[in-house]
């Protein structure tokens, strides 16, 4: 395929329906523009969001879907004006493909935040500037314009490289933000895909990092991956023996918390940043905040200058995903365990399966 050339046919796994079990299909890829790169797709991470966005949980979408946002492979074709890689390079894409390019948060690198007439162009689930329906990498190739790549360093293996791309800069984001760093106290709420990696990341940035976690079944894992503490926050004692303890805390997870409780936690100026998504609105007494001047926030992904630092840090430290790395006919099976818990620490589709 060269720019130039009609658009191409690629094997894919698709939600056909709201609730749907994933289904092997065909999708069509658009042609090769100019600024474009073809990647052969090597491995796609399984995210909690495909889930979410399969099952309808986030509102109508246009079916069929193939998920994916944590996708690794290599360059196979570039257009004639690609200047940042080159046939053979080592690529990912995450969470979107393209953004108004114009708006303030976009010249600033905040791609994820665009407020453009556009938005932020998803990965899948999204309509593109063509006005087609983006398709995931849940498929053997995809066509992105080399902007929205990023760079995957040789030392990160691709298939522990490509929960990064998501997972990754999902936690590194508000971690450098918030100065997480040498005398800060972080805690990491849930020990999960994005909270494995919160752990590493912060210890790597020389914080002193402590897991909460409804039960302790997971500490063997949480000090190995770099926590100095892990606690168990369906022991009251906790609540009270760290009260005023953590600089940040961050929450990975995406249940009804007691937010109240952990704001408590917090020492005073203490910001606690959400990042899963609940199905119930967030509740807060104001008090838990005006007291201490506490806070609480949210963040969102990272922009493509911040995901490239998030891989080039994961590789000075030598920071990866835990993966167990599946066959594309195992998605369905994969997508049940996740909701059960059962996985350590995130599911990537071996692509050549399919």
């Known amino acids: 395929m060269i720019e130039g050339m ?30 474009d790169i073809l990647i052969d797709i090597k491995y796609a991470g399984i995210c909690h969001s495909d889930i979410h966005t399969v099952q309808g949980d986030w509102g109508d979408r246009v079916y069929p879907i193939v998920p994916g946002h944590e996708i690794a492979g290599v360059v196979a074709a570039v257009g004639s004006e690609v200047t940042r890689y080159a046939v053979g390079d ?22 994820q935040y ?21 398709q995931g990498g849940y498929s053997t190739h995809v066509v992105v314009d080399e902007e929205y790549v990023l760079r995957i360093p040789d030392s990160i293996p691709l298939d522990t490289a490509a929960p990064l791309l998501c997972a990754g800069v999902t936690l590194y984001s508000p971690l450098a ?11 990491i709420v849930g020990l999960g895909g994005l909270g494995h990696l919160g752990v590493r990341i912060a210890d790597a940035m020389g914080a002193e990092v402590t897991v909460l976690s409804q039960s302790l079944r997971k500490k063997e894992d ?90 080039d840090f994961c590789a000075e430290h030598g920071i990866a995903a835990e993966v167990e790395v599946i066959e594309a006919a195992r998605v369905n099976e994969a997508y049940e365990r996740v909701l059960a818990g059962d996985v350590r620490f995130r599911f990537v589709i071996d692509t050549a399966t399919i």
Not at 177 to 187: F, L
Not at 254 to 261: I, K, M, N, T
Request: glycine content about 12%; some cysteine.
């Open 222 to 311: 949480g000090l190995r991956l770099g926590a100095d503490h892990y606690r168990a926050t369906s022991d009251p004692a906790t609540f009270e023996e760290l009260a005023g303890t953590f600089d940040l805390i961050v929450n990975t997870v995406s249940a009804d918390l007691d937010l109240d409780a952990y704001l408590g936690l917090l020492r005073p100026g203490g910001t606690m940043v959400q990042l899963g998504g609940p199905e119930k609105p967030l509740a807060v007494s104001p008090f838990a905040l005006i007291t201490h001047r506490k806070s609480l926030a949210g963040s969102m992904i990272g922009g493509i200058p911040e995901t490239q630092e998030t891989l």
């Open 114 to 134: 665009c407020t453009g007439e556009t938005g932020m162009i998803g990965t899948y689930a999204a309509t593109g500037r063509d006005g087609e329906q983006t």
């Open 6 to 35: 009609n658009s191409m046919t690629v094997a894919a796994y698709a939600a056909p329906a709201p609730k749907a079990p994933l289904v092997k299909t065909t999708i069509t890829r658009r042609a090769l523009g100019a600024h």
């Open 90 to 111: 080592r690529v990912g894409v995450g969470c979107f493909v393209d953004s108004c390019r114009t708006c303030d948060n976009c010249r600033a690198g905040l791609q």
């Open 177 to 187: 933000h918030w100065q997480a760093g040498p005398g800060r106290k972080v805690a």
